[in-house]
C-alpha cells in the first residue's frame, strides 16, 4: 500500500490571487440529546445577555502559522418561552477566550409561541496566524428572555485546517 505524505497542497500552477490550498486536518465536536449520538453536554437554557459555552470546544494545532482555520457550525435552538416575546439568541466563536465572530439575532421570536427546534448555521475564516495550540469554542446568550440550545436534537461544530 503507497502513502502519500505532505505539508502543503497547492494546485500545479499555484493558487489564484485571495484564496487558500487544501485541507490539512479536521476537527469535530458535537453535543445535544438527540438520537445518534451527541456530546457530553445536553441541553442548555439561556437567560441571560452573558455568554455562555454551549458544550462546543475544538483544540486544534496549526502545522504552519500561514494555514487559515476554516470554521463551521450548526446549532439545534429554540425560543423555550412561549409566554414572552422578543427572544434573541445570539451566538459567537471565540479564539482562546476572545470572541472573533458573532451574529446578534441568530434566531429571533417577535410573537408569543413557542418556537421548536431551529437550525443556525454560521461559518468563518481565520487566520490565527501560529503553530501553537488553539482553542474554538462556540457560544450563546439571548437577549434577556428564554432560549435553549441542544434541547432536542445534536448541535455541531467543524474546525477544519486550510493550507495557505
Given at each position: 500500500?503507497?502513502?502519500?505524505?505532505?505539508?502543503?497542497?497547492?494546485?500545479?500552477?499555484?493558487?489564484?490571487?485571495?484564496?487558500?490550498?487544501?485541507?490539512?486536518?479536521?476537527?469535530?465536536?458535537?453535543?445535544?440529546?438527540?438520537?445518534?449520538?451527541?456530546?457530553?453536554?445536553?441541553?442548555?437554557?439561556?437567560?441571560?445577555?452573558?455568554?455562555?459555552?454551549?458544550?462546543?470546544?475544538?483544540?486544534?494545532?496549526p502545522?504552519?502559522?500561514?494555514?487559515?482555520?476554516?470554521?463551521?457550525?450548526?446549532?439545534?435552538?429554540?425560543n423555550?418561552?412561549?409566554?414572552?416575546?422578543?427572544?434573541?439568541?445570539?451566538?459567537?466563536?471565540?479564539?482562546?477566550?476572545?470572541?472573533?465572530?458573532?451574529?446578534?439575532?441568530?434566531?429571533?421570536?417577535?410573537?408569543?409561541?413557542?418556537?421548536?427546534?431551529?437550525?443556525?448555521?454560521?461559518?468563518?475564516?481565520?487566520?490565527p496566524?501560529?503553530?501553537?495550540?488553539?482553542?474554538?469554542?462556540?457560544?450563546?446568550?439571548?437577549?434577556?428572555?428564554?432560549?435553549s440550545?441542544?434541547?432536542?436534537?445534536?448541535?455541531?461544530?467543524?474546525?477544519?485546517?486550510?493550507?495557505?
Amino acid at each position: 500500500m503507497s502513502e502519500l505524505r505532505t505539508n502543503k497542497i497547492y494546485p500545479r500552477d499555484g493558487l489564484p490571487a485571495g484564496s487558500n490550498g487544501g485541507i490539512i486536518q479536521v476537527k469535530l465536536d458535537s453535543s445535544g440529546t438527540g438520537t445518534g449520538g451527541g456530546g457530553s453536554v445536553g441541553y442548555v437554557s439561556l437567560t441571560s445577555t452573558s455568554f455562555v459555552d454551549i458544550g462546543l470546544e475544538i483544540t486544534i494545532t496549526p502545522t504552519s502559522a500561514s494555514n487559515k482555520m476554516y470554521m463551521l457550525f450548526n446549532l439545534n435552538a429554540n425560543n423555550a418561552d412561549s409566554s414572552t416575546s422578543g427572544d434573541r439568541l445570539k451566538v459567537r466563536i471565540v479564539r482562546n477566550g476572545s470572541s472573533i465572530w458573532s451574529i446578534d439575532e441568530g434566531l429571533a421570536d417577535y410573537g408569543s409561541s413557542n418556537i421548536h427546534v431551529q437550525g443556525i448555521s454560521g461559518a468563518y475564516l481565520d487566520s490565527p496566524a501560529t503553530t501553537s495550540a488553539i482553542t474554538y469554542k462556540v457560544q450563546a446568550a439571548t437577549s434577556g428572555n428564554n432560549c435553549s440550545v441542544n434541547n432536542n436534537g445534536i448541535s455541531d461544530f467543524t474546525v477544519m485546517e486550510i493550507s495557505g
